[in-house]
Each structure stands twice: as C-alpha cells, then as structure tokens.
C-alpha cells in the first residue's frame, strides 16, 4: 500500500470514529490531517517522506485544522443566544423523587424535556417537592437555577 493512500485510509477511519463512536474527542481534526497529507501526497504537491517526516506532516496539518475549524466548530455546537435561553423566566415542573434539596443537582421538566437543576443559591427554599411548580431564573453550565417563587416585579 502507498503511503499517499494509508494517510487517505486513516484519516478517512479517523472522521469516521469522531461522528459515529467519539463525537467531541477531536480525532475530527487528526482524520482531516490524514486526508490533507494523504491527498497532497496524491497529486504530488508533497514529495513522499520517510516515516517521521510523514508523521511530522500529519501533526502539522492536525494542527492547522484545529486552528482554521475549532471556532467555527465551537459555534455551531453552542450558537451564541442559542441553546436553551428562552426558557429562562418560564415555569417547569420538579421531575424528581426526592424533590430539589439545596446544594443537589436534581431534574425539572420543561416543555416534555427532563432537565438538570438546582435550587438557586440565594433560595431561602430548604425543600421544592415533586411535581411542584418551580420559576426557572437561569442557565448555567448545563444547570438550570430555579425556586419555588417568580421574582417580584417592581
């Protein structure tokens, strides 16, 4: 087998692992380093190398990658004013047997969706039972923060 099309092979695998078995790893970028050098290599932009110089290549491209897709990438997982921001200021509903304890995290439903969630640390509430009515005043890190009460309006 070539070099030009093991590099295509291994980093055709590599993509492929990052989709289907370790999405969020990064093997995404190497896979696409494989496929940089594998056809550059092909078309005889790049001379062939020996092994280091092969593998040298490899982590270059790895790295270019990394720096041209990681922000792009990032945004499209986490679109800035995306994820879940429009359920802040809405009611859900404690999913959870033992009820919110503070200081625990425990589930929420929100709109059919079971959730992460805390009491919010400046909740006097000790307990919020299942199946309660909770106020939903943040999300942080995957966490909802919520109490028993809406905020007073002024």
């Given at each position: 087998m070539s070099a030009s099309i093991f590099w295509l092979a291994i980093g055709a695998i590599l993509v492929l692992v990052e989709v289907t078995a370790l999405p969020g790893v990064g093997v995404f970028f190497a896979g696409l380093g494989g496929i940089t050098l594998g056809g550059l290599m092909t078309v005889g932009i790049i001379e062939k190398f020996d092994y280091t110089g092969q593998l040298a290549m490899f982590m270059l491209f790895t790295g270019i990658w990394w720096v041209v897709l990681w922000k792009p990438l990032k945004n499209v997982k986490n679109p800035k004013g995306g994820g879940y921001k429009n359920l802040v200021g809405t009611y859900g509903v404690v999913d959870d047997e033992d009820g919110l304890i503070p200081g625990k995290i425990g589930y929420v439903?929100?709109?059919?969706?079971?959730?992460?969630?805390?009491?919010?640390?400046?909740?006097?509430?000790?307990?919020?039972?299942?199946?309660?009515?909770?106020?939903?005043?943040?999300?942080k890190d995957g966490v909802l923060l919520v109490d028993d009460k809406e905020p007073k309006k002024n």
């Open positions: 439903r929100w709109s059919g969706t079971r959730m992460r969630a805390r009491i919010r640390p400046e909740s006097q509430v000790e307990l919020i039972e299942n199946e309660t009515a909770i106020w939903i005043y943040e999300q």
